[in-house]
């Protein structure tokens, strides 16, 4: 058995979107266990001492980023408009993540949360996206709704985002394979195979 | 006739590195012209707000990157060894290879200075290592760093760091196919797609 990838993400990063629609797919190929680890970025940039997105606090580096999705989401032949409004809030849909991040429909509902936000160019942080989302995935969308706003549950997402920290991880997506830190979407391939040469 | 390939290099990156050991070999093998841009990194990043590497003001992407390197370099089967400076100071072997940009010798030259840097953990900002890359590859070492000094040569790297940041490039390796820019070692083989799917 090899070890599992541990997927650090967040709706709000440009590159965890591109990992949310690979890494389902290229894990079950590679025969390694995906576990889904859904974090708050804000906080970790904060105690970076950035107050927003490093792509928009260096312009250069901004502008070619937008370049450097389009050409990147062509080639992985998922469909990519570059939002209006960057980062977007996801404090609800990643609560609703992390709830649901063992249940068998967490890749799907991630999934419709990331289209919505870098396709759809739409706003991802309430409700009515949140139960859209859920939508035909669940029996009871609004329980589950429900249930990830409990104080447990917020809770839990705070200390995964503690823990994200504690690891290491500084920008979002990351991969973590027995304790090897992988940084970015370009590097999911490389975190599988490693997976993969391990017993 | 594809379009060629501008690659932007600085021996003091180390990503970099990475793209002076691997370009010439797949930009043959691509059949796309390879044209040698040797710049000054440091007055990029001053203008951008650096004072230093932006691995070396972000202490945690700055130990993930000496892992992300040794990783890196063994997929590719190229001798790394963490520097024990860096970034390390290189003008001279810089004006050296704006010298010599056009010149049948310059992509050995540039592996050689490299391998100083990134396996020999040595400086490389000095005449006699500058002497010592040259040797075997041109008839007379002594006289290509003579003419490596003069004014024009200094003006002209001065000037060819302009045009990078004119360009839009804020870090190296860079890659530029037809105005498209790429950035990173991790784009190259992207960037020579890009120049193979145009006539």
Known sequence: MHPPIDFWFEFGSNYSYLSVMRIEALASRAQ???????????????ELGWQNSPFNEQKEKGE???RDMARRAAKYGVPFTR???????ALLPLRV?????????MGEYCRRIMLRNWSQDA??????TVLAALGGLVLDPAAVLHAAQGEDNKAALR????????LGIFGAPSFMVQGELFWGDDRLED???YAQSLA
Chains 1, 2 share one sequence.
């Not at 939002?83 to 809030?89: I, Q």
């Not at 200390?159 to 504690?166: G, K, W």
Request: without cysteine; charged residues 30%; hydrophobic residues 45%.
């Open 83 to 89: 939002p209006s409004n960057f980062p977007r809030r």
């Open 64 to 66: 070619y980023v937008w």
């Open 97 to 105: 993540a992390l709830f649901g991040a063992e249940q068998p429909w």
């Open 191 to 193: 975190a599988l195979e």
């Open 32 to 46: 390694v266990a995906l576990r889904w680890k859904p974090f708050l970025l804000g906080p970790i940039f904060r």
């Open 159 to 166: 200390a995964q985002t503690e823990e994200a920290r504690r």
């Open 123 to 128: 706003e991802i942080d309430n409700d009515e």
